[in-house]
């Protein structure tokens, strides 16, 4: 029998891990980490905060500047982080990158009763990519409108575009359940009471709502929010594991403010090691052949215990 949540007993996530596996993750020092590099996972790090999200916009451009009529190129990307988004939107104009047959995908959406917000919203993240990137762009470079791809509750033309575009590159933070996009741990009930679900069939799941974790809200209220968590919505859209594995890359960027030091650790360490466990969402990247794990060094702290 495994343990049981020690913040959410009625689910699943990485407190109900084996003790050891959290123990080795928490004595790895900063330069442990890049050691932890293997084939098909990379480890890199930025000494500052002005090369790490110039690092993440141009992920952007590189993906961009692949695409032609023949071979549209996309890119899905977060919302958390929103830094490189301005960046984007300025290298483009710079550099006049002609974004005809480049497409993108948002990577999530909240959802409120039964339907997914509007783009008025304050919380929506539609309206996040809008206002800090693809409004800023100038006219005549940007995408057509019918390239940009959000989710929604009928997923079913987000999830098709995925199959006539290459996605080169998807992007994303780490939240503090350890998830990429809202691929949160879930419910300890049903089927799963007594067991996560297993990594392959988690990572049969595709672009779908999810309840979300307690963690989650609390992480969101936070950042987003002031802290209000009763302004969270509860459940989201997100872009599944099914969309991620058809993405030549997954890149995930870290700079210390969505997960703690331990986190940032852990999911490292299972990736590195192939511990894939649907209790720690991210660590099922495991199995992707191209993973890039992004930290400012800075921002990745240590687990050792001090008092404030």
Known sequence: MRALSKVAPDWWDYTTLDREILDDAARLTADDL?????????????????DFYLAEALEYIVAWKQASES??????????????????ARLVNELEVDLRHAHFWGMDEWVIDGKEVTIDHPLSFRRADMALCFDLIRPELRMPEENLHFPAVDATEFIRSWDHVRCAVIQGGQGEVKHWAFNDPVRRAGPYKDEPPSPEEYRKLTTRIVDLHPITLIQNARTSGGG??????????????TETWKSERVSIWQAGN???????????????????????????????????????????????????
């Open 34 to 50: 890049l050691q932890l590099s293997r084939s098909g996972f990379t480890v890199k790090f930025y000494d500052t905060l002005e």
């Open 71 to 88: 071979d549209p190129v996309g890119i899905c990307g977060p919302i958390g982080p929103t830094e490189q988004l301005p960046l984007v």
């Open 228 to 241: 209000v968590v009763q302004n969270v919505p509860s459940q989201a859209l997100t872009v599944g594991p």
């Open 258 to 308: 969505h997960d703690n030091p331990f986190g940032m650790r852990l999911t490292t360490l299972m990736i590195s090691k192939g511990i894939a466990d649907s209790s720690v969402p991210m660590s099922l990247l495991a199995d992707h052949p191209n993973v890039q794990f992004n930290f400012y060094r800075p921002g990745i702290g240590t687990c050792d215990a001090e008092m404030h």
